[in-house]
């Protein structure tokens, strides 16, 4: 497999790709990342965190709120895209021992106009918080590694999909943009599914509270770094409230799955 860019369907089956030492090497790389995913982005924030500091973009207060503001937006647009295409059509790809598994292949929802609709929505929301901690080494060291951790892990289950359903991954491939999303007929692909709540809720609890507390942390983070506890007392404090907040959300999410309320898959 010969990664091509994530805005253009595969070529055609008369222009085979060739297996190249790059490409093995970024599959293996993948397989790695895959197992590993829940847990090398937040370690990576935490490792930042504690070894950085927020900086003013171009010495400028306003500006920087300005990109808390663009930050919370693009996250929120990544987890929108995501509650879309959980809701009404979901793909399962984690298997036993964090590798990757599929049982059937789904192209059904956002997945006929996107491959990967889910990795883009997380790109968006770590894109996102990376902006609200506005740090150049968040830019230099997060950012490429974050291409980098999605590049691997899209070409390691492309391997397994084209091993696992053959030509009719080919096909899909050629038909499906890798990530960037074509919209053209979207309303038709939706209109015969029904959005179900209670699976977004019972998917994506987990990843929305981490998401969300990670935002309040950096913005509770960057005003007590740059002015000090005393200086922004009232605006901590608000954002703190924010915390038990979320913590009941992802309780209350928690006990409806526990509990049977949300269903099955």
């Known amino acids: 497999m010969n990664p091509v860019p994530w805005s253009s369907p595969d070529p055609p089956a008369s222009q085979p790709r060739p ?43 306003r500006l920087d709120r300005w990109l808390d503001i663009g930050g919370l ?3 929120g647009v990544g987890q929108a895209l995501r509650v879309c295409v959980i809701g009404f059509a979901y793909i399962k790809r984690g298997g036993r021992n964090k590798q990757i598994a599929a049982d059937t292949l789904v ?3 956002f997945f006929a106009h ?36 999605y590049t691997a892990i899209i070409a390691a289950e492309e391997e397994f999909l084209t091993k696992r359903f053959g030509q009719d991954y080919e096909e899909y491939c050629r038909q499906v943009n890798r ?16 959005f179900q ?3 977004v809720i019972q998917k994506e609890y987990g ?23 005393a200086a922004q ?11 038990p907040i979320l913590v009941t959300l992802y309780l209350v999410a928690r006990w409806m799955k526990k509990t049977g309320r949300l269903g099955g898959l």
């Open 19 to 61: 297996v190249t030492m790059r490409s093995v090497w970024l599959i293996q790389l993948g397989h790695f990342f895959f197992g590993y995913r829940d847990y090398l982005i937040p370690f990576m924030f935490l490792m930042l965190s504690v070894t950085t500091v927020p900086e003013f973009p171009l010495g400028s207060e």
């Open 207 to 229: 990843s929305t509270f981490t998401w969300t507390s990670t935002a309040l942390f950096l913005l509770v983070w960057e005003r007590w770094q740059r002015f000090g506890y």
């Open 197 to 199: 709540w209670k699976r």
């Open 114 to 149: 996107s491959r990967n609709p889910l990795y883009l929505g997380n790109m968006l929301i770590i894109v996102g918080l990376i902006l609200i901690a506005n740090n150049r080494w968040w830019y230099f060291l997060a950012l490429p590694s974050v291409i980098l951790i």
């Open 233 to 243: 007392r009232a605006q901590i404090h608000t954002l703190v409230w924010g915390f």
């Open 73 to 75: 937006l693009i996250a």
């Open 179 to 194: 990530l960037l999303p074509s919209f053209t007929g979207l309303r038709q692909s939706l209109a015969p599914l029904t």
């Open 107 to 109: 192209r059904e929802g």
